[in-house]
């Protein structure tokens, strides 16, 4: 598996799951009829902030990450980032391969921390996986995401310092 | 004083201490730098948002809040807010004021809690205000905030339940 930077090209890959986990809308609080060209907008980040795509050896588009600073002026210095693995190749690594990537690009670009905003309580793999790369619950909000199936569930906000 | 929804005429009397307070750096993660274009922008929101100022019985402003939804999709039963008060009427109650205006908007919108997502430590006054109206300290992200003078310090995640 490869990481790398994602381009224009590799947007047609990336929709047609993005847009699977966007409308099942149990993981992220996106509206879950966002349009392509919204959601390429939102995922496909201009510096500072940055996308890549995890792909195998026959270039195939596994996942992809974005990350960007969480907020500006004083707070700058904190990253933020989202992540989305394509379900026909879960379990394979990659979503941990794109969170240690982003580890890495947040110290190299001298952020001092990474918050996640909105970790789904009931997306217990991606708290797992965060936990395991060393990101801490820092707090849950109760009941302030609205689970399809599951009703109103908490989220964590997770942070992880560098 | 009294609390109205804000118009395009209000801006010209919102932006001075708009400006001082952001170019001030101490209380907002905003660019200090921000212009008047951005400012106006960033400040006086479309629906579902919504600008209100707090105005004395001779139409002076004396300070202004935005409220929003702080995320979108399953996330949007959750509103937020920003307070801006006018540091010549401060200690006047206009800041608690628009808090309670905030809290009454949002229960009537039918959010079902609110969320500050960066109150700064040394903001005490306003750490104290939110306190006093019923939000409590979820949770503190280390180090998370530049203050020009004191250097990192901490900011605080604030969530009242409606």
């Given amino acids: 598996m490869l990481i790398r930077e994602a381009t224009a090209a590799d947007w047609p890959a990336i929709w047609p799951f993005f847009h699977v986990i ?8 996106y509206p879950r009829d966002l349009g392509e060209p919204a959601g390429r907008q ?3 980040l201009p510096p500072p902030g940055r996308t890549v795509v995890a792909v195998d050896p026959d270039g195939t588009v596994l996942g992809s990450a974005k990350m960007n600073p969480n907020s500006t002026g004083g707070g700058s210095h904190i990253a933020s980032a989202s992540f989305m693995v394509d379900p026909r190749y879960a379990r394979r690594g990659v979503g941990r391969a794109l969170g240690e990537h982003v580890l890495a690009w947040a110290r190299a670009e001298g952020y001092r921390g990474i918050q996640f905003n ?16 060393g990101f801490e619950i820092m707090t849950t909000i ?4 609205r689970h399809p199936a599951k009703g109103f569930v908490g989220f964590h906000i997770m942070y992880r310092r560098l």
Avoid: K
């Avoid at 109760?142 to 995401?145: A, I, S």
């Fill in 142 to 145: 109760p009941e302030g995401f």
């Fill in 42 to 44: 939102m995922w496909m």
């Fill in 22 to 29: 966007v409308a099942a809308g149990e993981t992220y609080p």
């Fill in 118 to 133: 909105s970790v789904i309580e009931t997306n217990t793999a991606a708290v797992a996986l965060w936990q395991s790369l």
